[in-house]
């Protein structure tokens, strides 16, 4: 059973960095993918950015310039380097994985930035 389990989370003031983890585990194969989206209480989850094996990397508009994506295979971790950040930028961001068609999720890190 592949899981996913971010960290890094945090406060942070708008103009500051945080960069978020996500360690994988319960898989000896790769995963065809792996990003983070992120959610807003009452909206839905959207993406934030995205690795697939032998496909480009994908950004969010919102985050372009910003935000860094990053796979560390030896380590089994992705990583996001948010950077500038943004009160538009406070969510819950969840880590997200593709096995063989099969999504996962981790539970989710909460960013908040204050303006």
């Known amino acids: 059973q592949v899981q996913l389990v971010e960290s890094g989370g945090g406060l942070v003031q708008a103009g500051g960095s945080l960069r978020l983890s996500c360690a994988v585990s319960?898989?000896?194969?790769?995963?065809?993918?792996i990003g983070w989206y992120r959610q807003v209480s009452g909206k839905q989850r959207e993406l934030v950015a995205r690795?697939?094996?032998?496909?480009?990397?994908t950004y969010a508009d919102s985050v372009k310039g910003r935000f860094t994506i990053s796979r560390d295979n030896a380590k089994n971790t992705v990583y996001l380097q948010m950077n500038s950040l943004k009160p538009e930028d406070t969510a819950v961001y969840y880590c997200w994985g593709v096995l063989r068609a099969m999504a996962y999720w981790g539970k989710g890190t909460l960013v908040t930035v204050s303006s």
């Open positions: 319960g898989s000896t194969f790769r995963l065809n993918a």
């Open positions: 690795i697939s094996d032998g496909g480009p990397t």
